[in-house]
């Protein structure tokens, strides 16, 4: 997927497998009382409002332009975390994602690739 970034007042740009990025958020989140069940379920949903896709129900990933852009998701993903249990936020670039190994009932998957949609203008 050949993607471009359009500044303002400046020619489009390249945006190579190496420099986009994915980021993973991976929780471990207690669940032991409604409270707790209520704060994980709201962790989840504000990780779905800023664009976050659940990969599994602890799992959630999102595609982002940049280092730059990758910090202001962590500034918003502090923002809302709950009072206890771990968040951990991983960071890795398009062309680490595409060589991720993936199984699925004891079978292998055929690598993802970027969806042509996700294109940058």
């Given at each position: 997927m050949t993607a471009y970034l359009k500044r303002a007042n400046?020619?489009?740009r390249h945006l190579s497998g190496y420099r986009i990025m994915w980021i993973l958020v991976t929780f471990d989140l207690p669940v032991e009382t409604k409270k707790q069940r209520h704060n994980a379920t709201k962790f989840r949903q504000k990780l779905l409002d800023i664009g976050f896709e659940m990969s599994q129900l602890s799992n959630y990933m999102r595609f982002c332009?940049?280092?730059e852009q990758f910090e202001s998701y962590i500034k918003k993903i502090?923002?809302?975390?709950?009072e206890k249990g771990r968040v951990y936020v991983f960071q890795f670039?398009?062309?680490?994602?595409e060589n991720i190994?993936?199984?699925?009932d004891q079978s292998r998957?055929?690598?993802q690739r970027?969806?042509?949609q996700l294109a940058l203008f």
């Open positions: 400046s020619e489009p332009n940049g280092k502090e923002a809302f975390l709950p670039t398009d062309r680490q994602y190994i993936r199984f699925s998957q055929a690598a970027n969806p042509n």
